[in-house]
């Protein structure tokens, strides 16, 4: 598939490569073994009637648990993205179900016109809480938006990148954890008129309900399902 050419979806408008699946290296593999397996993580996000809105994915590897994939370093980071734009979206049927799918890309993967985008009625561009907001960052974001692009706030803290960016996002994430730690002004601070609310690490039936009553719009965590590792078409060992 690296030889295929896409249409990027973005101001520039250039051909790039299909996104390639990432393998992390696997100790003491078997000989033998004809393919590779293709995975992808999925974590659905809930409206307030407990109907599934969405999904987020996530980046898997066969064998690997409790990847910190948030303390990688940039390059890493870009090729879980495109590992799970290529898994999700190039290796078999949707799974999405026709939702919006949640993706996190970091600010170099949104600022690289080579790197490839799903078209906006599929993704939702999830902005990880690393990605610094100066006005570079904040045009192609508000370009991406004028294309269709639906842009998320993921992790946020109440940084200024992340409290520039307010202005052009259409879902905030908050996790559950941070709101205890700082207190429910995060909350207050997180809150856009135009933009839906999201409660990330939601747990316990309790913890729902206290979402519920401090205006979340939708909800993602164990409660309702923990994030599911699918496995895709494989591909053909090198």
């Not at 409206?47 to 948030?70: C, H, M, Q, S, T």
């Not at 993205?81 to 996190?104: M, W, Y």
């Not at 600022?111 to 490839?116: K, N, V």
């Amino acid at each position: 598939m690296t030889h295929l050419v896409a249409r990027v979806m973005n101001v520039s408008d250039l051909p790039v490569p299909i996104p390639r699946v990432w393998h992390l290296p696997q100790i003491d593999r078997p000989t033998g073994v004809p393919h590779r397996p293709v995975v992808v993580g999925r974590q659905a996000i809930f409206d307030r009637d407990r109907a599934v809105y969405g999904y987020e994915l996530l980046f898997r590897a066969p064998g690997r648990l409790n990847l910190r994939i948030d303390l990688w370093n940039s390059w890493q980071q870009d090729r879980a993205t495109e590992h799970v734009l290529a898994a999700a979206f190039f290796h078999g049927d949707d799974i999405s179900d026709s939702r919006p799918s949640f993706v996190n890309f970091t600010r170099t993967y949104l600022l690289d016109p080579g790197r490839y985008l799903q078209p906006p009625d599929q993704i939702v561009i999830e902005v990880v809480e690393s990605a610094h907001a100066d006005w570079t960052l904040y045009e192609r974001l508000a370009d991406l938006k004028a294309e269709g692009y639906r842009i998320a706030i993921d992790d946020f803290v109440g940084t200024t990148s992340q409290r520039d960016l307010l202005e052009l996002a259409d879902f905030v994430k908050v996790d559950l954890r941070d709101v205890n730690a700082r207190g429910p002004g995060l909350i207050d601070a997180a809150r856009v008129p135009h933009a839906s609310l999201i409660a990330e690490r939601v747990e316990t039936e309790d913890a729902l309900l206290e979402c519920l009553d401090a205006g979340f719009d939708l909800f993602q965590g164990h409660h309702f399902e923990p994030a599911k590792v699918i496995e895709r078409d494989p591909l053909p060992a090198p």
